[in-house]
């Protein structure tokens, strides 16, 4: 924990420092553009990497009834047997975090001297991972409005909605709350949990508090150390369009946000975080469940050797006569003597 | 087997807190009972594992060959170009813990080990080491761990340790398969030339004599007609199954323990029953005479060698399709991987049709096999069955989904409407239990051996606990199932923790209420214990 955390001020420390130092340039519009590049190229690699490997089994993990006789009602989200089905189940893991719905706490407790397991329905780390994920999305198409221009309505009326709550200026966008809460959420359950602290890796901690630096830079730079919001548009407009404008004019908390949304984008694709791509692969859930329907066909397939019925008989052929049990071929009379 | 603790001992022993230092400095232990007894070395070796020595798991040094590291490398890089599969599993689990408290085994142990995100974690850790360049660079800190002996020892321990019921995969939102990871670990141990004896004996002979228990054809043949023996003396009927014969319409493959031991052997007495009455046409083979697959359990290959003879005595039949017995991890071979192992299908097969009620299952259109309970319940469907369901009415049972046919297959609805229609009194254990969510038995995967009776105790008390409560609640006396292994392992374990329930097959309690025509009046069940409510003599009730 301690060196995911150390890690992660050194990066926001680089951030300041090299702004500090008038290295704004390199940070505000290299690193990213870098940065930018090994996410996109990274992602696709990985992803590439898995798929270069065969799904040589259909392996879906059923989950509900499944579809054998007409009288009995099968599931069809749990139990995929077709396509669209199979697009539905993997809708609702991937929007609604299904299997993570699910969950339950076991509780080993002593009844009468005797020992009993309870369980009981958990649905906070459902409710919170659903609560960051959706916040942190709605963030990123948010941040559209500054790669864009003109700003396209829908941006406008996602920014609307997430800023109802409108309390003075600037607007207070909900999500810059949820997201927190759901971090916070994630972490207080990692320190906390005897179980989560043995199994965290430093990887587990990094990807936290990174993500933390990053939401609290943010918001820092909306609420408190204000930067000016036209030049940052211009720069990353700049950016994006490959015709660099000067950023030194921006404030050190532009820098250290851009600095540490670059190392999460560098990390990403070498990280845990690549079950955002992940999700999509996993054999388990993205298969139809119908398997005796349909042979599912694997490209390795050896041709299979095994003990065949000819030569179990030749092991076994007197005993099976004298059992009374037909074979297919009689032994060979002894010649006469 | 080492003298068991009392039960209330048993989980009161259990360590309250995890280890002080973490899981990669702490060493696997093994004392007597906490490992299963190794493969012979001939068997491995006939089976073409080249690399199998004598050893001892409790022996500081396993006697592993020279180039050890080399060859678990290659195996592992193998099963990763192979399975797409494992590559996304090692990448993308986010150690979230939703998996921690669903394991059996954790739950029965405190075992940090055995929380599903850890088991996997320790083959991760190996191949973000050796596979990532994050681990590459940074060791530990990426969480990566330089491959050692003590880390084979760890992965036989706890990938011993795990019953691939896939209970895990359920919550994990990434739909992370410790079955997957387990099956593809025992693969490199194998590798290594580390097996344990009750699977890969179990595998040798199912290769040799057709099932998993060694069982000759002859000596086949004579314990079923000890069966038929059985049956006459409770309904009057002679039964002489046919065995290896061509042209018949079926062939009926199940799972060796049912012909084999108690209480499987009433359940098989069930389906000879079943058969008779429907005037099944079908045939025993004694060549396919296993519907279990122990290769499964630790090898792709092995596991479709043996599966390879369910067509091919099909085929040498002449038959038209198969019809499968209640196994659990059977139905996840057949459901799952046969077609895909042994497919396409022998020429002479067809989309299984049955002959009584002329329903089509198209749902086993491409493997051509049929489980028994999709079978009986369109049997009952159809009203071709007269039964009696008093006959069971001293039963108030419950119902245990096997892993492999609830997680593999959604074989849930099935089973419950026969056994609805042959039992009076049926109860539900508690929800996050059943259905979907099923507990293991805590011996699957060919965990059942005797050495490890404490390990199978502990994986086997969260099924055996939400059997209590219903005990307790509701008076529940009987526990039906679908699975051979189940009816092996849960006995003893139902003995240890809830004494007072009796262990069945779900035929078993089929064939006690089917009433079946020209049979004398029933004042047994198949167990031959009287019943409570025998049924009326006619020739009473004529001269009333």
Known sequence: MTIAFAATLLILIVGWAGSALGLQYLLGVILPLVAGAVFIIGFIWKIICWAKSPVPFAIPTVAGQQRSLDWIKPNRLECPWTTPAVVGRMILEVFAFRSLFRNTRAELTTIDGAPRVTYFSNKWLWVFALLFHYSMLVIIIRHARFFLDPVPCCIAVIEFVDGVFQMGAPRFYLTDAFILAGLGFLLLRRVCSVRLRYISLPADWFALFLLIAIAGSGICMRYVSKVDINLAKDVIMGMATFSPVDPSGLGAMFFIHVTLVSALLIYFPFSKLMHMGGVFMSPTRNMKCNTREERHVNPWNKPAHFHTYAEYEDDYREAMIEAGLPVDKMPEAKTEA | ?544
């Not at chain 2, 009194?425 to 979907?436: D, G, L």
């Not at chain 2, 009987?478 to 292994?485: E, N, P, Q, S, T």
């Open chain 2, 1 to 544: 087997m080492a003298k068991m603790p009392k039960p209330d001992e048993l989980l009161a022993a259990t360590p309250a807190a995890f280890p002080k230092e973490g899981w990669m400095d702490t060493k696997p232990d093994f004392r007597p009972g906490s490992f299963c007894y190794p493969a012979k070395t001939e068997i491995l070796k006939g089976l073409g594992f080249e690399n199998a020595h004598d050893w001892a798991p409790d022996n500081e040094d396993w006697e592993l060959p020279a180039n050890w590291e080399q060859i678990l490398y290659n195996s592992l890089q193998d099963a990763l170009n192979k399975h797409r599969s494992l590559k996304v599993f090692m990448d993308c689990c986010v150690r979230c813990g939703a998996c921690a408290d669903k394991c059996h085994f954790f739950i029965g142990t405190n075992d940090p080990k055995n929380m599903p995100v850890l088991r996997a974690e320790l083959l991760r850790s190996v191949y973000r080491k050796d596979f990532t360049t994050a681990g590459k660079l940074l060791g530990k800190l990426a969480g990566a761990r330089k491959l050692d002996k003590d880390i084979i020892k760890e992965w036989f321990i706890y990938f011993y340790q795990c019953t691939e019921c896939r209970r895990c995969s359920l919550f994990c939102p990434y739909g992370i398969d410790t079955a997957e990871i387990t099956v593809i670990v025992r693969q490199m141990l194998l590798d290594l030339g580390l097996g344990i004896h009750w699977i890969m004996n179990s595998v040798n002979d199912c290769n040799r004599t057709g099932n998993h228990l060694g069982v000759q054809p002859h000596s086949m043949r004579e314990i079923v007609e000890f069966l038929s023996d059985d049956i006459e003396t409770i309904t009057g009927i002679r039964i002489d199954p046919p065995w290896n014969e061509k042209g018949h319409e079926v062939v009926f493959i199940t799972p060796s323990g049912d012909y084999f031991a108690d209480p499987g052997i009433y359940t098989f007495m069930g389906y000879l029953m079943l058969f008779h009455e429907i005037g099944l046409d079908y045939t025993l083979s004694t060549y396919a005479s296993e519907g279990g697959n122990f290769g499964s359990f630790v090898s792709f290959d092995v596991a479709k060698k043996l599966n390879a003879k369910m067509y091919h005595e099909a085929d040498r039949l002449g038959s038209k399709w198969i019809l499968g017995g209640e196994c659990g991890h059977m139905w996840r071979v057949v459901n799952q991987y046969m077609a895909t192992y042994n497919g396409p299908t022998p020429a002479k097969m067809e989309t299984p049709v049955s002959p009584i009620t002329g329903t089509v299952f198209k749902n086993a259109a491409a493997t051509k096999m049929v489980h028994i309970t999709e079978f009986t319940a369109d049997l009952i469907k159809h009203n071709k069955l007269n039964l009696r369901p008093e006959r069971n009415d001293e039963i108030i049972t419950t119902w245990h989904d096997s892993c492999n046919p609830a997680r593999a297959m959604g074989l849930l609805e099935e089973p419950r409407y026969i056994l609805k229609n042959v039992c009076n009194n049926f109860v539900e254990m508690p929800e996050h239990t059943i259905r979907e969510e099923t507990f293991c038995c805590g011996s699957g995967s060919g965990l059942n051996a005797e050495e490890i009776m404490d390990q199978r105790l502990r994986g086997g008390f969260p099924r055996a606990n939400a059997l209590r409560y219903v005990h307790d609640k509701h008076g529940v006396n009987w526990m039906g199932c679908i699975c051979a292994l189940d009816r092996a392992a849960l006995p003893p374990l139902v003995d240890y923790w809830v004494p007072g329930v009796t262990v069945s097959g779900l035929h078993e309690l089929v064939a006690n209420a089917l009433v079946m025509k020209g049979e004398i009046p029933r004042t047994m069940n198949l167990r031959q214990e009287d019943l409570a409510n025998p049924d009326p003599d006619p020739a009473d009730s004529e001269e009333a």
